[in-house]
């Protein structure tokens, strides 16, 4: 470590969480950390303990930019009354079975 | 006392082995509701699940060894002081974080040695035991080395509390390295570990580290033994079977 940590408190760590290979990683929570080692050792200690995963992805908090909620009308509503954009319009054929 | 076979050497071995995953998971559980974070709580609290679980099933074994129908309580519960055969080192007090640290570090850095030759072992159970053992204590290596570097590599003030907790513990250290009479007797058949031979390793796995975290390793070589090979523990000791111990000797038999 060459960079000595002055602040007081911790960085916020995401923590994502592969359950089984194959599977994506999910967002599980998040963990206090002074940096990303530590975030994936507890990470691993704070929710893997009944062998959730198989695979951690720790992020710092402050890297996720995220959009507002007060966005919300602006940016979502308007895909609500394109029902078109659903692939629902086919008939599938009886040999392709479930889709 | 009764001499030395080896049916009784077997019993007294696993249960050594067995008293110190007690004894130090014991000091770790105290931290519960007192460490420093949640995150840190989360972890040492796993760390003392995994050592309590190895003495579970060395005692366990050693019950089963032993041929008297003696269960895992009864060595956890109704042995005396003099009984327990720990490491020194795993029942000094837990001190501050720094000292909870280093003696996690020394302890696990010998332990992932020991199970790795423990796994090794000519008595299947016991290979079986220390090759399950050996993927909770090096992960316990990893979390208590990683602490120590950002601990002795980090302010002024974590780096002599570091040292110190160093300094402290050394002579705790020796210890580990010793052989008991069960121990000399099952090594003839391949059954223990010649502890004597992890010492190198040990002490290059532990520089390694303090290297890296910026410490020095003491030059004072003096070692305090007695409780691995003589049941003669710290002044501390007492108080942890009469804190674990409470409940058992209380109500003799109960179970929940």
């Avoid at chain 2, 080192?89 to 837990?94: D, G, I, S, W, Y």
């Avoid at chain 2, 302890?107 to 909770?136: C, H, P, V």
């Avoid at chain 2, 780096?159 to 210890?175: P, V």
Wanted: glycine content about 6%.
């Amino acid at each position: 470590m060459t960079k000595q940590t002055t602040e007081k408190e911790w960085p916020l760590w995401e923590v994502f969480i592969r359950s089984k290979a194959g599977l994506d990683h999910k967002h599980c929570g998040s963990v206090h950390a002074s940096d990303a080692e530590i975030a994936l050792e507890s990470a691993r200690d704070v929710y893997t303990r009944r062998s959730e995963g198989i695979s951690i992805w720790v992020v710092p908090s402050n890297a996720i930019t995220a959009s507002k909620p007060e966005d919300k009308e602006s940016l979502f509503e308007p895909a609500d009354d394109k029902i078109y954009r659903h692939p629902t319009f086919y008939d599938i054929p009886k040999g392709a079975g479930k889709m | 006392m009764t001499e030395l076979n080896k049916v009784n050497a077997l019993v007294q071995y696993a249960a050594q082995i067995g008293d110190n995953g007690l004894i130090i998971g014991h000091r770790m559980s105290e931290w519960c509701f007192r460490a420093p974070s949640i995150e840190m709580e989360m972890a040492l609290m796993n760390c003392a699940l995994d050592l309590i679980g190895q003495a579970r099933e060395l005692y366990t074994y050693a019950g089963e060894a032993g041929g008297e129908g003696k269960k895992e309580d009864d060595f956890a519960y109704l042995r005396d002081e003099q009984d327990f055969r720990n490491l020194l080192l795993a029942e000094v007090p837990n001190g501050d974080w720094g000292d909870t640290i280093v003696r996690l570090f020394f302890m696990s850095a010998y332990n992932k040695l020991f199970f790795t030759e423990l796994a090794k072992s000519t008595d299947a159970e016991l290979a079986a035991i220390g090759a399950k053992s050996l993927k909770e204590v090096t992960y316990h290596l990893r979390f208590s080395s990683e602490w120590l570097i950002r601990l002795g590599d980090g302010t002024e003030e974590s780096h002599r509390r570091a040292q110190k907790s160093i300094d402290d513990l050394w002579a705790y250290t020796g210890e580990l390295f010793t052989m008991t009479d069960a121990e000399n007797l099952l090594l003839e058949d391949g059954i223990s570990v010649d502890v004597t031979a992890l010492k190198a390793d040990w002490d290059e796995l532990v520089s390694q580290i303090l290297d890296q975290a910026t410490l020095s390793v003491p030059t004072n070589n003096w070692a305090q033994s007695g409780s691995k090979s003589d049941g003669r523990h710290t002044e501390y000791f007492g108080y942890i079977i009469t804190d674990m111990q409470y409940l058992q000797r209380r109500y003799p038999g109960c179970e929940w």
